[in-house]
């Protein structure tokens, strides 16, 4: 048996970053993506949830490995995933992508501010 006042020290690890987003969360993520992707441009060009998903995720800073194609002539994006997020990580994602879209002039839908009258 075991004594806890022994001299050996003990250390607990509560690791919080194993629970991955969640399923309102991803909601949360699309719906203000498809709300940034009807009402900003980037130099004039538009893009669809995916490729803003791909944009703000880069611009907040997670990493992105860049692979060759089959026939070696050029390469594309590998490792946009939110779904690896944990939920804290996530939360931060969605105050990023809020932060960056009003900054901008998006007008979320679930904002308070876009219902006073």
Partial sequence: ?????SDNAYK???DEEKETRSSEQNRKMWAMLGEIADQLQINGQSFDKDRWKAIMLHAWGEQVEFLPTLDGTSFFPYGHQTSKLSTKKMSSFLEFIIAEGTQRGVKFA???ANHAR
């Fill in 1 to 5: 048996m075991m004594s806890f006042t």
């Fill in 12 to 14: 607990m690890i509560v």
């Fill in 110 to 112: 679930d904002d308070p």
